[in-house]
């Protein structure tokens, strides 16, 4: 069974900067695609990033970013495929809530397809 620990959450005031880690017990295909979700308060769960180690994924859709969030975060990950980390620049207030890990052999937009989850890490962004 996969296993993901999330690290780095914390407070910060608007235009802040905070990095958030996320370890994989193990690297698989089933672990192909790792990404960041946030769910913030009476909203749905949403991606943030996602980056697909599929070989047979594009490369113009290998890393993905959510609209509200591109220019802003940054996704990258270890050589082992086991670390992802997500570099949050310039948070707004908006960007408040529960950040979760995810692992899946595929990347998708609906976090319902997504099969291995971290229990999540709580980021808040005060104005």
């Known amino acids: 069974q996969v296993r993901l620990a999330e690290s780095g959450g914390g407070s910060v005031q608007a235009g802040g900067s905070l990095r958030l880690s996320c370890t994989s017990s193990?690297?698989?295909?089933?672990?192909?695609?790792m990404g960041w979700f946030r769910q913030g308060p009476g909203n749905e769960r949403e991606l943030v990033a996602s980056i697909d180690n599929d070989v047979g994924a594009h490369d113009y859709d290998r890393i993905r970013y959510g609209d509200s969030v591109k220019g802003r975060f940054t996704v990258a990950q270890d050589r082992a495929k086991t670390t992802l980390v997500l570099q949050r620049n310039n948070l707004k207030p908006e960007d408040t809530g529960m950040y979760y890990c995810?692992?899946?052999?595929?990347?998708?937009?609906?976090?319902?397809?997504?099969?291995?989850w971290g229990t999540g890490t709580q980021i808040t962004v005060s104005s």
């Open positions: 193990e690297y698989t295909g089933d672990t192909d695609c």
């Open positions: 995810a692992a899946n052999s595929a990347c998708y937009w609906d976090p319902s397809f997504w099969t291995f």
